[in-house]
């Protein structure tokens, strides 16, 4: 109650974005742990180049921030009166 929309969907937004970075901090140091077994199931590339790391935590991040977005903009749209009401 008295939070503009704006304000609800950028912390909806953070938050979903935070736990996507957790998640792919955890990922990378999991990769990095099991690099060893990776190599010998890639070729072409090593396990931890940069340049696929880099897109993939960009893309993940992303995909992540229009998960979170969505939602969030469907919740700003319903009037809290209307929602109160009904309980």
């Known amino acids: 109650m008295g939070a503009s ?4 969907e950028a912390m909806f937004v953070r938050h979903g974005v935070m736990l996507a970075i957790a998640g792919v901090a955890c990922g990378l140091a ?7 077994l ?10 931890l180049d940069p340049a696929i790391v ?12 229009l998960a979170a977005y969505v939602p969030a903009r469907r919740a700003t749209l319903v009037d809290p009166s209307l929602t109160l009401r009904g309980e």
């Open 30 to 36: 999991g990769a990095a742990t099991r690099a060893r």
């Open 5 to 8: 929309r704006r304000d609800l």
């Open 54 to 65: 880099a897109l993939v935590s960009i893309r993940l991040a992303s995909i992540a921030a």
């Open 38 to 47: 990776m190599a010998s199931l890639l070729f072409g590339t090593s396990p």
